[in-house]
Nanobody
Framework: QVQLVESGGGLVQPGGSLRLSCAAS????????MSWVRQAPGKGREWVST????????TYADSVKGRFTISRDNAKNMLYLQMNSLKPEDTAVYSC????????????WGQGTQVTVSA
């Protein structure tokens, strides 16, 4: 069965960095676009970024463009999100998603990892 397991969240000061990881299993990882989404307390789920199956094409929400970088290692079935210049408004649970959220092809979500940006 499909499994998506995130790691790397934590508490970081404003302006700091974190790298999230997502270990994927149960499907042919290299054949699928992958996405990151986040959900802040009391808010709806927000799309963050998507990467093509081969990693050549990446797209970002305006709120994270220029600060976050999505990447993948198809040999290791791993998805990553490098987050720099973090802001308090980036505080959320971050989840990896099988499929492209903007294309409405997402069908599996991980449980998520908490990111808290606070002084």
């Amino acid at each position: 069965q499909v499994q998506l397991v995130e790691s790397g969240g934590g508490l970081v000061q404003p302006g700091g960095s974190l790298r999230l990881s997502c270990a994927a299993s149960g499907f042919t990882f290299s054949s699928y676009r992958m996405s990151w989404v986040r959900q802040a307390p009391g808010k709806g789920r927000e799309w963050v970024s998507t990467i093509s199956s081969g990693g050549e094409i990446t797209t970002y929400a305006d709120s994270v463009k220029g600060r976050f970088t999505i990447s993948r290692d198809n040999a290791k079935n791993m998805l990553y999100l490098q987050m720099n210049s973090l802001k308090p408004e980036d505080t959320a649970v971050y989840s990896c998603v099988k499929g492209s959220v903007p294309r409405r092809e997402a069908d599996y979500w991980g449980q998520g990892t908490q990111v808290t940006v606070s002084a």
